[in-house]
């Protein structure tokens, strides 16, 4: 199994920029996929971003594209999401997952909490 450590969330104005980092432990060498997911009060979680862990091919949900970042270091098991020009609609739990098996994101984080003001 694989555990992830979210951390980096808090408050910030809207326009700001946020960087979120995801630490992943265990059976590292099992990811295929890393990837952040959201969910805003009273809404379905959805899809933000995630990253190949081996070729570093990037995919982006189309509300943060050219906004959002998500990036690797393989090296130490991270997984980053930088976050710039930031939208009250942006406010979310935001989640690191993980795809161990091609197929489904089998592992999760906590959430950390992300709040944009208007």
């Known amino acids: 199994q694989v555990q992830l450590v979210e951390s980096g969330g808090g408050l910030v104005q809207a326009g700001g920029s946020l960087r979120l980092s995801c630490a992943a432990s265990g059976r590292t060498l099992r990811i295929y996929y890393m990837g952040w997911f959201r969910q805003a009060a009273e809404k379905e979680r959805e899809f933000v971003a995630s990253?190949?862990?081996?070729?570093?091919?990037?995919y982006y949900a189309d509300s943060v594209k050219g906004r959002f970042t998500i990036s690797r270091d393989n090296a130490k098991n991270t997984v980053y999401l930088q976050m710039n020009s930031l939208k009250p609609e942006d406010t979310a739990v935001y989640s690191c997952?993980?795809?161990?098996?091609?197929?489904?994101?089998?592992?999760w984080g906590q959430g950390t909490q992300v709040t944009v003001s208007s």
């Open positions: 997952a993980a795809n161990l098996d091609g197929s489904r994101w089998g592992s």
């Open positions: 990253i190949d862990w081996s070729g570093g091919h990037t």
